[in-house]
């Protein structure tokens, strides 16, 4: 075994004192109910009676409690590309199950919404917290104890972290993650692009961004730039939640559903009941996390993970912050160049070696941990191969030796960039994520006059009306978690490019959320302490700020920063919270969600954790 990365190794070591109470906690929780949970035994009658009243031929195995039972939660809808192939995975599980004495349930459904439908729109304030809601039904859907095993079918933004964090709550029982993978490549992701900015810049109407847009979002399957959902595979990967080189295999395809077969059988095979027992709690432990991050950093993922990553370890008792994925950064170079850090794709990269390279390369230069608990015999370096067909066999292949597309996938000996891309930046205006990867370095360090907005809204009208014409930081505040459920502000990266390419020096600054799908324009975002006041009455920096103060984003010296005297000042009056959209239904998760930094979650933070 190569030796492990000391930077990697000394991050590991503080996550797991930093930890060890709580992950004590979580796994003395998890075995007990493994003891309480053991099988349907403990059960009555008509409990049980209630449990497999529809279930068909697998009726008598489940009454008689001689088979392994394996629970479905799935995030279908026939609305959203990525989720519309699961309509079929249960009734084909159901049958895959069979061929190993198991049977399968689906336990219940989660919701699944999509960024890209509400981006800039009211509903993306439902967005973050949509990830408490669909662990909370994952939590329903097991709670009724009628499973051996679990499988979890998610793929995109909030829905697979989740998924995570309401299973790691039933993590005495094995789980694997299932997803249906990425839609075939359309147009190129450069002619995209400019037609976003010249719709942004007049030039072209309604009509003509429509048809771009559905020639590159235009089939079932998972969207192919690399953002928060194509992340999320790799993290599933990363953690050994996936089968081997499941992440990207196209849907309906016979590899797709020999890879499904294979994941649903394994759930089978590490039950209770059988020999290779391997609980999901002890699968997804401080090493692993550790893995996730590397992998983020490696691949150039989606900052939305600097909150998924410490919502998903603080469900499974492990404690990470944002100076762990710093340090972690500055060991970790990046592999992989995929739009839009670059200008090909998922499929792209998967076609040129995909996850079995990147864990192969981060392997043997000692910066992930191979000797994890995967749901893959083989650890880790199992995650080092990809699935084929042998005729009507499903085998796996090493990795290849050579990247097929170096523009793409390079080796960790000469990688893209020395670092991983994801810096913290802080100072008397907060703590931020700044993601460098997506960045040209001379715009890692803008000082520019301050813009300060109340709503995305506003920053759209200002640039309309020519008033960001200038170097300029534009600073949208009342973004966070308690203020508006923290929305993703990717809309407003067409315009701040126009600014950028304009030759203006510019900067965006924010308490709201950025994605994966995002770059070009420096920006420190995720600030915390978030700009509207806490439980306890303190307003965050960002609230202080006025225009015109000079603000400082630096990722080279790790600075956020403003020569101003905010401690002079009164904090500017908060917006009203909006009503509509249901937005006023989740008010209760606003007036309690944790900071960024600790995973914006309301969920988590009132049940302690």
Not at 176 to 202: D, H, W
Not at 203 to 220: I, M, Q, T
Request: with cysteine.
């Amino acid at each position: 075994m190569t030796n492990l990365s000391p930077v990697v190794d000394r991050v590991t070591d503080r996550i797991i004192e930093r930890s060890k109470e709580s992950r004590a906690a979580y796994l003395e929780m998890v075995r007990g109910e493994a003891g309480k949970h053991s099988d349907r035994s403990f059960l009555s009658c008509s409990n049980l009676a209630h449990g497999f009243a529809a279930s068909g031929e697998d009726k008598g195995a489940i009454a008689a409690m001689s088979t392994i039972n394996i629970g479905i939660v799935t995030a279908f809808n026939d609305m959203l590309s990525a989720h519309q192939p699961y309509g079929r995975y249960p009734e084909q599980m159901k049958l895959f199950a069979r061929e190993v004495g198991a049977t399968a349930q689906v336990a219940g459904g989660v919701p699944a919404m999509c960024d890209g439908v509400t981006q800039g729109f009211d509903g993306m304030e439902l967005s973050l917290f949509s990830r408490d809601t669909i662990a909370l039904s994952t939590s329903i859907a097991l709670s009724h104890a009628m499973f051996d095993g679990m499988t979890l079918l998610g793929i995109c933004d909030k829905i697979v972290p989740g998924l995570v964090i309401g299973a790691l709550r039933f993590g005495h029982l094995p789980a694997a993650f299932i997803p249906s993978g990425p839609m075939p490549s359309g147009i190129s992701n450069k002619e995209k692009q400019k037609t976003r900015q010249l719709y942004a810049e007049g030039k072209v109407g309604r009509e003509e961004l429509l048809a771009s847009e559905s020639a590159s979002y235009h089939s079932a399957g998972t969207c192919t730039f690399y953002g928060t959902a194509n992340s999320n595979q790799m993290m599933m990967e990363m953690m050994g939640l996936h089968m081997p080189g499941a992440a990207f295999v196209p849907p309906n395809t016979p590899l797709r559903q020999a890879v499904t077969r294979a994941a649903t059988q394994r759930v089978a095979a590490m039950s209770r009941k059988g020999d290779d027992y391997r609980p999901m709690a002890e699968v997804v432990d401080e090493k692993a996390i550790v893995n996730a991050m590397v992998g983020l950093l490696a691949t150039g993922g989606s900052t939305n993970h600097a909150i998924h990553i410490p919502a998903m370890a603080r469900a499974a008792g492990i404690l990470v912050d944002w100076q762990d994925l710093s340090e972690l950064s500055s060991a970790v170079p990046l592999l992989t160049r995929v739009y839009p850090n670059g200008s090909g794709d998922v499929n792209h990269f998967h076609a040129a070696g995909g996850m079995a390279w990147v864990v192969r390369e981060l392997l043997d230069a000692g910066l992930a941990h191979e000797d994890i608990l995967t749901i893959a015999e083989g650890g880790m370096r199992a995650y080092a191969t990809e699935p084929t067909m042998d005729g009507d066999q499903l085998t796996w292949k090493p990795a290849p030796e050579t990247s097929g597309d170096d523009t793409m996938l390079r080796s960790a000996a000469n990688p893209f960039q020395s670092d991983g891309g994801m810096r913290l930046v802080e100072g008397n205006i907060g703590r931020a994520t700044f993601k460098t990867s997506a960045v040209e370095k001379e715009r890692w360090t803008i000082e520019a006059p301050a813009r300060v907005f109340d709503t995305q809204e506003a920053v759209t009208a200002a640039f309309k009306a020519g008033e960001l014409d200038r170097d300029v930081v534009v600073v949208v505040r009342f973004q966070g978690p308690r203020a508006n459920g923290m929305p993703e502000l990717h809309k407003l990266t067409p315009p701040l490019g126009i600014l950028q390419d304009r030759g203006y020096k510019v900067a965006l600054v924010t308490d709201g959320r950025m994605s994966g799908a995002s770059g070009k324009v420096p920006a420190a975002i995720h600030v915390t302490p978030e700009a509207l006041a806490d439980v306890e009455g303190n307003w965050g920096p960002l609230a202080y700020l006025q225009d015109g103060d000079i603000v400082k984003v630096c990722a080279e010296t790790g600075e956020l920063s403003t020569t101003a005297d905010l401690a002079s000042r009164a904090p500017a009056e908060a917006p009203k919270p909006a009503m509509g959209m249901g937005r006023e239904l989740f008010a209760m998760f606003r007036l309690s969600a944790s900071g960024a930094e600790q995973g914006g979650s309301a969920m988590l933070q009132v049940a302690g954790l």
